[in-house]
């Protein structure tokens, strides 16, 4: 292998085959491997880095390149291997006659695999098993903590956010900084990413404690902007406000009620066509009049925004004429088909993004809407046939992780040229760096039951360790039938937890669905069906009296999470946070997954399963004090009591 030093850049090559490591932030480096006669210029996660100088020298087996904590070195044999002073990290795996002599070479298995796919390349990039814990990746709707042993398709789908980024218990992160899709397994034997189309390897690790990668990684992929002080409270939305007077009653039933409301959300079909990016003036005969009683009484009004577009809608042939719509590769060009045929927005595509903030400002904005609600983020097809499509940047197996952050991207900086300095838009999928962009994420259309609640927490836990510091619930749960036994207590935990979470926002589909249509037509603001009510007070005056307490005691939470959201912005770290996040020295820590910090100052204690009125809590060290009775606590478990009325919830003292 020959070696060559550039400054701060370390290059390495053998064969066809060309490595380039450089230092990229603190204590981190970008690793970027091609067998093609250049590297790539493609849009991916990384952000130009903050200056960093590196350390450069040969050795006898081989070369190093040493940025703060972290060295590497590239042995004379091909492979590479990260160290934090004398601490193995992670090594890449290599079972060839040109790798490691210590593991049979018979196998002809290398770290870095190129295998052709049309103009490009499947890739498979291995690492050495590790004694480690392993966090991240986004959000999966599953209920593992530590992800050690699990397999996840890097890919979006309705309730299913990729962020290929992962902090180890060894004290390093890892990024894949590659857009497309693929898969990632974290077995017992060896650790594998597979890109399933691509020009290149490109990976970046980062050496340190859980609050240095959260603040390393986030300096190179961004931080999200500081939250809206107006947004802290109490989010109401359901399916769905079919017209203007229902949107204004239920408001005007919140202030009557003395229940102090920030956001009302407006769902889908609002519109006449999906794609018209307007309101059917049928039901909505005087927006800006309604959005201006609404912001008297302190409420932003939030409008979903679908990125499909019917071919009978008004936009569609220019937006077609101008190819600022999804290409399929074979077939008609359909994306998705529920409520009509259509076709999706290429929000890749800069030129599509402006058409559609131009018709979202004229239409919405303009008259008084505060922010958006991006549903079908991912997006969403008829079916994830993901070698099916292509965006302006190249076919979705290639770079289609990118939809969701260049998506909310354009409403973003269509808001910030339009003045706004409050900006916070909800959306249902993400990527690396989609906070940078004032992405609250939510987790997507979900059952209504205990084990789903289960799923949820693990989610918040893990995307904000990937860099997504808003993150929220649909509290309740999504699909869910309100006349089921057990809904009521179920939406009283749920709502519980998401007091105690970056945002608390009541929205669902409640069946049964037996409210009639507004119209008989299959198009516009009346044809499509509704969900039973559900506002606070819709569940009887028990529950009422309950969820409204907790309204008033997120209320008087607003300066400690001003604080948790400065942090996100300042320092990049989660609002909502694993245990070892604020005690990585303690083992216990690592392993207790169904708690978490709320800032650095609160310890919440979910009851998760059904018909449980105590739970066991474990207390890292120091001291503690219950945030509702003020009985103090010392370090260690406990059985706590729990009525259906308490969620438990500890300050910490020291």
């Known amino acids: 292998m020959e070696f060559l030093i550039d400054g701060d850049v370390l290059i390495a090559r053998e064969g066809y085959e060309t490595i380039r490591i450089e230092p990229w932030g603190r204590d981190a480096l970008r690793v970027r491997a091609t067998v093609n006669p250049a590297f790539s210029h493609a849009v991916k996660g990384l952000d130009d880095p903050p200056p960093a100088r590196a350390e450069c020298g040969l050795l006898e087996r081989g070369a190093y390149i040493r940025n703060g904590k972290l060295r590497c070195e590239v042995h004379r044999n091909g492979y590479l291997t990260f160290y934090d002073g004398g601490k193995l990290l992670l090594k890449e795996y290599s079972r060839d006659f040109s790798g490691a002599n210590e593991h049979s070479p018979s196998m002809k298995l290398r770290a870095r695999e190129y295998r052709s796919h049309g103009s490009d390349y499947e890739i498979t990039l291995r690492f050495e098993p590790q004694e480690e814990k392993l966090f991240g990746m986004g959000q999966y709707q599953q209920p593992d903590f530590d992800l050690k042993g699990c397999i996840f398709e890097l890919a979006q789908r309705n309730s299913q956010i990729s962020i290929p980024f992962v902090l180890s218990s060894r004290g390093y992160g890892f990024l894949l900084n590659h857009p497309g899709v693929g898969e990632a397994v974290f077995g017992a034997n060896f650790t594998q990413w597979r890109?399933?189309?691509?020009?290149?390897?490109?990976?970046?690790?980062?050496?340190?404690?859980?609050?240095?990668?959260?603040?390393?990684?986030?300096?190179?992929?961004?931080?999200?902007?500081?939250?809206?002080?107006?947004?802290?409270?109490?989010?109401?939305?359901?399916?769905?406000?079919?017209?203007?007077?229902?949107?204004?009653?239920?408001?005007?039933?919140?202030?009557?009620?003395?229940?102090?409301?920030?956001?009302?959300?407006?769902?889908?079909?609002?519109?006449?066509?999906?794609?018209?990016?307007?309101?059917?003036?049928?039901?909505?005969?005087?927006?800006?009049?309604?959005?201006?009683?609404?912001?008297a009484m302190g409420v932003r009004c939030m409008v979903s925004v679908w990125p499909t577009v019917d071919r009978k809608s008004v936009n569609y042939q220019p937006m077609r004429e101008a190819g600022l719509l999804v290409r399929t590769e074979r077939g008609a060009p359909q994306c998705f088909d529920f409520q009509g045929d259509t076709v999706i927005y290429d929000a890749t595509n800069p030129a599509a993004r402006a058409y559609l903030w131009a018709c979202v400002k004229k239409n919405y904005f303009d008259k008084g809407v505060d922010c958006f609600w991006l549903d079908e983020a991912e997006p969403e097809y008829a079916a994830y046939d993901f070698d099916h499509f292509r965006y302006a940047v190249g076919p979705v197996v290639k770079a289609g992780n990118l939809y969701p952050r260049e998506h909310v991207k354009g409403f973003y900086e269509g808001l910030k040229a339009a003045g706004c300095t409050d900006i916070v838009n909800l959306t249902r999928s993400a990527w690396v760096g989609s906070q940078k962009y004032a992405a609250l994420v939510w987790s997507g259309d979900i059952r209504s039951n205990f084990q789903t609640l289960r799923d949820q927490l693990a989610a918040g836990l893990h995307i904000g360790i990937a860099g997504i510091p808003w993150w929220t619930t649909d509290t309740g749960g999504f699909f869910g039938d309100v006349t089921s036994d057990g809904f009521r207590e179920l939406l009283v935990r749920w709502f519980e937890f998401s007091v105690f979470s970056p945002v608390l926002r009541l929205h669902g589909d409640r069946g049964p669905h037996d409210i009639p249509a507004l119209s008989s037509l299959d198009y516009g603001g009346g044809f499509s069906e509704t969900g039973r009510p559900n506002e606070v007070w819709s569940y009887g005056e028990e529950t009422e009296a309950i969820l409204k307490r907790y309204v008033e005691i997120r209320a008087g939470l607003k300066e400690y999470l001003k604080q948790a959201f400065r942090e996100a912005s300042e320092k990049g770290y989660p609002v909502m946070r694993a245990l070892f996040f604020e005690f990585p020295e303690d083992t216990r820590a690592?392993?207790?997954?169904?708690?978490?910090?709320?800032?650095?100052?609160?310890?919440?204690?979910?009851?998760?399963?059904?018909?449980?009125?105590?739970?066991?809590?474990?207390?890292?060290?120091?001291?503690?004090?219950?945030?509702?009775?003020?009985e103090r606590y010392g370090s260690g478990t406990h059985e706590v009591s729990a009525p259906l009325e308490k969620i438990p919830v500890f300050r910490r003292l020291r």
């Open 590 to 630: 690592w392993e207790t997954g169904d708690e978490y910090m709320l800032g650095s100052g609160l310890l919440v204690a979910p009851v998760l399963y059904e018909g449980k009125t105590s739970r066991s809590v474990y207390l890292p060290d120091g001291e503690w004090e219950d945030y509702f009775t003020g």
């Open 195 to 295: 890109e399933d189309s691509s020009d290149e390897i490109d990976y970046w690790v980062v050496a340190g404690s859980p609050k240095e990668i959260a603040e390393r990684y986030t300096e190179v992929t961004g931080r999200a902007p500081a939250f809206p002080e107006n947004a802290l409270g109490l989010w109401q939305s359901k399916l769905r406000y079919r017209t203007q007077e229902e949107v204004l009653s239920v408001a005007q039933e919140y202030q009557k009620r003395g229940i102090p409301l920030d956001v009302i959300v407006i769902d889908f079909f609002h519109w006449v066509r999906q794609g018209d990016w307007a309101f059917d003036e049928t039901y909505w005969p005087d927006v800006q009049s309604m959005t201006a009683k609404l912001h």
